[in-house]
């Protein structure tokens, strides 16, 4: 087995291994130096809480809650981020205008607007829809007016002087210098999405993962806890999965993806 090879394996058996530290400094943790298992459950009573919670059907229930609002919150900030990314992307002088406006807006802590939607939407799912799209809304718009920005400026002369009208130029130049920026912002924005909704569950909700995070803690049921939190990883591993995915299939031929590739 050459180098290359070698360095394509190396995340095979690294991850495994740095799990079982894990898993090994944990257990030591619990059973050696006396860590309360109050605070501190043993992966054994994790394993078997997370078990319990996927035989049980009103688990699933709270998922596919989870799962909507951050798929609804996820795919209303990419539409709003495009269009307000285009827009203020080719509209240099309306940037300038609104950037006070976007910086203040963009510096609250989001977290800070749960009761507010609270009260204009209630504890239904609605608020935590949009919650969730405020905070994938400005990864996605940011990186949507960089990457109309980016556009090669000679090289959209070029297209001009062939006469090319402004759709070719669109489909030609512009929308594949602006895809690789999409994706960048859609990666960080669907786990921006994950966050939204749960904070949103946590703090004003009757359903879903970040609401039996709150059932949990109650109960100061902390192996119960542990699993919510794992399930909550394994979600949005999945989601991040699903967009990476999606870039691999629109954008093959990007450096971002053909990197990731190469041996």
């Given at each position: 087995?050459?180098?290359?090879?070698?360095?394509?394996?190396?995340?095979?058996v690294s991850t495994p291994i740095v799990l079982l530290l894990v898993l090994a400094a944990w257990t030591l943790a619990v059973s050696v130096f006396g860590v309360s298992e109050?605070?501190?459950?043993?992966?054994?009573?994790?394993?078997?809480?997370?078990?319990?919670?996927?035989?049980?059907?009103?688990?699933?229930?709270?998922v596919v809650i989870t799962l909507t609002e951050v798929a609804l919150g996820f795919l209303a900030a990419l539409v709003f981020g495009l269009?307000?990314?285009?827009?203020?992307?080719?509209?240099?002088?309306?940037?300038?205008?609104?950037?006070?406006?976007?910086?203040?807006?963009?510096?609250v802590p989001k977290v800070a607007?749960?009761?507010?939607?609270?009260?204009?939407?209630?504890?239904?799912?609605?608020?935590?829809?949009?919650?969730?799209a405020t905070l994938a809304f400005f990864p996605i718009m940011l990186n949507v007016m960089l990457g109309v920005r980016s556009v090669d400026r000679g090289h959209r002369d070029v297209m001009l002087g062939l006469?090319?009208?402004r759709w070719p130029t669109f489909r030609?130049?512009?929308?594949?210098?602006?895809?690789?920026?999409?994706?960048?912002?859609m990666e960080v924005a669907i786990v921006f999405s994950v966050i939204?909704?749960?904070?949103?569950?946590?703090?004003?909700?009757?359903?879903?993962?970040?609401?039996?995070?709150?059932?949990?803690?109650?109960?100061?049921?902390?192996?119960?806890?542990?699993?919510?939190?794992?399930?909550?990883?394994?979600?949005?591993?999945?989601?991040?999965?699903?967009?990476?995915?999606?870039?691999?299939f629109v954008i093959p031929w990007h450096e971002s993806v053909l990197a990731a590739d190469r041996p």
């Amino acid at each position: 087995m050459d180098r290359d090879e070698r360095a394509n394996w190396l995340p095979w058996v690294s991850t495994p291994i740095v799990l079982l530290l894990v898993l090994a400094a944990w257990t030591l943790a619990v059973s050696v130096f006396g860590v309360s298992e109050f605070i501190l459950p043993t992966p054994a009573a994790v394993t078997e809480a997370v078990l319990r919670m996927l035989a049980d059907a009103s688990t699933w229930g709270h998922v596919v809650i989870t799962l909507t609002e951050v798929a609804l919150g996820f795919l209303a900030a990419l539409v709003f981020g495009l269009v307000v990314g285009v827009v203020l992307g080719r509209a240099e002088w309306l940037e300038r205008a609104l950037r006070p406006v976007l910086v203040a807006v963009q510096v609250v802590p989001k977290v800070a607007f749960i009761p507010l939607f609270v009260i204009w939407f209630g504890f239904g799912v609605t608020s935590k829809i949009i919650m969730a799209a405020t905070l994938a809304f400005f990864p996605i718009m940011l990186n949507v007016m960089l990457g109309v920005r980016s556009v090669d400026r000679g090289h959209r002369d070029v297209m001009l002087g062939l006469g090319a009208r402004r759709w070719p130029t669109f489909r030609d130049l512009e929308l594949p210098s602006t895809l690789p920026y999409v994706f960048a912002g859609m990666e960080v924005a669907i786990v921006f999405s994950v966050i939204g909704a749960v904070v949103g569950e946590f703090l004003g909700g009757s359903e879903g993962l970040g609401y039996l995070v709150v059932v949990s803690l109650n109960a100061l049921d902390a192996p119960q806890l542990f699993a919510v939190i794992f399930l909550l990883a394994v979600l949005g591993c999945l989601l991040y999965l699903v967009v990476n995915g999606a870039k691999r299939f629109v954008i093959p031929w990007h450096e971002s993806v053909l990197a990731a590739d190469r041996p």
